[in-house]
């Protein structure tokens, strides 16, 4: 019980709408585009352009910077039901090389890359 009262809700609120409000803008404003396959990513990458413009100008709070931190190591278990489903899949597929070559493109070099410069300039 002593764990839900050293939580900081007001952070976690704040981050959880913020990162809604990003997603969701995003993804209205590329279906205007008829893509809204890249609202995700769209999102992301101006969530990171706006705390980068902020850290210009002023400290990012240490509040949301924890919260941020935890968000991200418990969001990886919400990827275990992906990862069984994609295994499956797999088994099922012939061409499992250009399958993986398309994975790997499309998702580990983008995330890396954003880690990259989210290390560096946040």
């Known amino acids: 019980m002593d764990d ?4 900081d809700w ?8 913020l990162i809604v409000l ?3 803008t995003a993804v209205w404003v590329m279906t205007q585009f008829h893509v809204p396959e890249l609202g ?7 969530l990171l352009m706006c705390l980068l413009v902020y850290r210009r100008f002023q400290r990012i709070p240490t509040r949301i910077l924890d919260t941020n931190n935890t968000l991200m190591k418990e969001s990886a278990f919400a990827f275990l039901p ?9 088994f099922h597929m012939k061409d499992i090389p250009v399958f993986l ?13 954003y880690a990259q410069m989210a ?3 946040l």
Do not use: D, H, Q, Y
């Not at 992906?82 to 797999?90: D, E, H, Q, R, Y």
């Not at 070559?101 to 890359?113: E, G, R, Y």
């Open 40 to 46: 995700n990513l769209v999102g992301l990458l101006a």
């Open 22 to 24: 990003f997603r969701e």
């Open 101 to 113: 070559f398309i994975m790997v493109v499309s998702t580990l070099i983008p995330l890396w890359v």
């Open 82 to 90: 992906v990862c069984a489903g994609s295994l499956i899949t797999l």
């Open 4 to 7: 839900l009262k050293k939580i």
């Open 10 to 17: 007001t952070a976690w609120l704040f981050m959880l709408g």
């Open 119 to 121: 290390k560096k300039w």
